[in-house]
């Protein structure tokens, strides 16, 4: 389960961050967070409410 969690996340650091697979197993939970955090405070958005959650699960569903 674990394990899935962190392929996803190593997949979306690539898209967002163009971070290469090495770079992110070399990381820290810490580095992951700040530039994930840095992306969405330059994206002046509002957090994520139930509709656009779901919306999003739609168009991108994780194969369950």
Do not use: C, K, N, Q
Not at 16 to 27: H, K, N, R, Y
Not at 33 to 40: G, I
């Amino acid at each position: 389960m674990i394990g899935d969690v962190a392929l996803r996340l190593a997949g979306l650091m690539a898209r967002l961050a163009g971070w290469a697979p090495d770079m992110f197993w070399a990381s820290t939970p810490t580095d992951v967070a700040a530039v994930l955090a840095a992306w969405a405070d330059d994206a002046g958005t509002a957090p994520v409410d139930r509709g656009a959650l779901a919306a999003m699960m739609e168009v991108f569903p994780d194969g369950r």
